[in-house]
């Protein structure tokens, strides 16, 4: 039974992915490989106690402190173990609905954190259970994972890390791979990696990221990402499944057919790339920008941003060119692109840092405005004037954001002017 394909949420769960050299053919594949079952007597005990009507939390966690495997599967990998629903991508506890209210309560082995450690409540008991049950994976993952690198033809492995995560994997004499993640923070994640071909990286893909809470906006670059849930339009693979694939296909080409690995990995992306630069410069929206609307200067600071940044991107082209491989017609095009994109922006940006002052004393003013409706829905005892207040501050924190997004992208405009003006000179 293909249980990829069948199974694709068991994924980090109860499989992984790795990428394996075929001695016979120096082919590289993707394996499936399954993981262990370690712990399963000490989980079936533990899901003993939980169904067990008489036994309380404390018997739970006594259970875990008694056992020293266990003890250490549950005190360790909590940056593997706990996601949010985006975790379907990477394989994930998606099922598992317990995390906010595992996060609020503190969950401890000590069990200090427990308001009644002698409740024998079975709702309590079991979403313990599936704390310890999702530490238990974690484990058995990362066990999989260490025993697949100690084989010499083992290149690659699927993992499932939280938060920011860089990786190297030395796949062929000709081919390395940079893994880039960030798992678990929800529009905030990203999967992507970059081919370091014959020591030269390419970059022709960059990712917008937003990081939410700290309202930051950083452009990523790829040789390619991937997404993190499926396109229900789209039956192609996504997430790992189509990370694994594009690594396969890339390595084995390099190896039978270099000039094809090249137009394929390294021209036509560059191709598609300075393509759309092309056209965005082109288009009438570039040339007749409408200041006082947020949602065009939002699209004209995401295009400006992309298009002065693959200025970075030439002196790996220029390299590439050095070793033959026939790409300076993107450098001249890339060129092109930001010298009108600089007289865009030049003819623009005065008139919309003049926004900015009003911009900043109306925030200001909704910033106390939202602290004094918060304040004021700590008094009120009426549930539906309650739920009214909220959709009154709703609309406020709506009114702050697309004050705060315009600071964001005057800021982003000016960087992208900056970075032309640093490499045109």
């Known amino acids: 039974m293909d249980v990829a394909n069948k199974y694709p949420r068991f994924l980090n769960r109860h499989y992984i992915l790795a990428i394996k050299e075929n001695l016979q053919s120096h082919c590289f594949e993707k394996t499936i490989i399954t993981c262990g079952t370690e712990l399963d007597k000490e989980r079936a005990e533990l899901y003993a106690i939980c169904t067990d009507c008489r036994k309380s939390v404390k018997n739970m966690l006594d259970y875990i402190n008694s056992r020293v495997e266990l003890k250490l599967a549950y005190e360790s990998f909590n940056g593997d173990a706990r996601y949010n629903s985006l ?5 994930g506890l998606c099922d598992f609905e317990y995390n906010a209210f595992g996060e609020k309560q503190k969950w401890g082995i000590a069990g200090a954190d427990l308001s009644n450690l002698e409740s024998t409540d079975k709702d309590i008991k079991y979403k313990l259970f599936k704390l310890v ?61 970059v081919i370091m071909y014959k020591g030269l990286q390419i970059l022709p893909c960059h990712d917008l990221v937003l990081f939410w809470h700290t ?9 390619k990402s991937f997404p993190l849930m499926p396109d229900l339009d789209n039956p192609e693979p996504w997430g790992w499944e189509a990370a694994v694939n594009y690594i396969v296909d890339a390595v084995n080409l390099a190896s039978i057919n270099e000039q094809t690995f090249i137009d394929r990995y390294i021209v036509s992306p560059c191709e598609q790339m300075v393509e759309q630069f092309e056209k965005w410069v082109a288009h009438n929206d570039f040339y007749i920008l409408d200041i006082s609307s947020d949602d065009e200067i939002n699209l004209f ?9 693959s200025l970075k991107f030439m002196n790996s082209l220029r390299k590439f060119e050095q070793n033959h491989i026939s790409v300076g017609q993107f450098i001249y ?19 919309i840092i003049l926004r900015i002052p009003k911009c900043k004393s109306e925030l200001e003013k909704l910033e106390l405005t939202r602290l004094e409706l918060e304040a004021k829905k700590q008094l009120l005892q009426n549930e539906d004037g309650v739920n009214q207040l909220i959709n009154t501050i709703n609309d406020v924190r709506t009114q702050i954001r697309i ?11 000016q960087q992208s002017l900056r970075q032309i003006r640093k490499y045109i000179k």
């Open 87 to 91: 975790s379907t991508a990477f394989g």
């Open 133 to 193: 049950f999702q530490h238990i994976i974690a484990y058995r993952r990362d066990i999989t994972i260490k025993q697949c690198l100690q084989d010499a033809n083992t290149k690659f492995v699927t993992h499932c890390r939280k938060g920011f995560s860089t990786s190297e994997y030395k796949i062929s004499n000709s081919i390395k791979i940079i893994l880039k993640t960030n798992f678990a923070y929800g529009r905030s994640s990203y999967l992507g990696l």
């Open 215 to 223: 309202r930051i906006t950083i452009l990523m670059n790829f040789s």
């Open 301 to 309: 600071a995401i295009r400006a941003e992309r298009i002065s940044s």
């Open 333 to 351: 095009r890339i060129q092109k692109c930001n010298e009108q994109l600089k007289i865009r922006i030049e003819k623009y940006l005065p008139d």
């Open 403 to 413: 004050r705060k997004r315009l600071i964001e992208n005057t800021q982003l405009i």
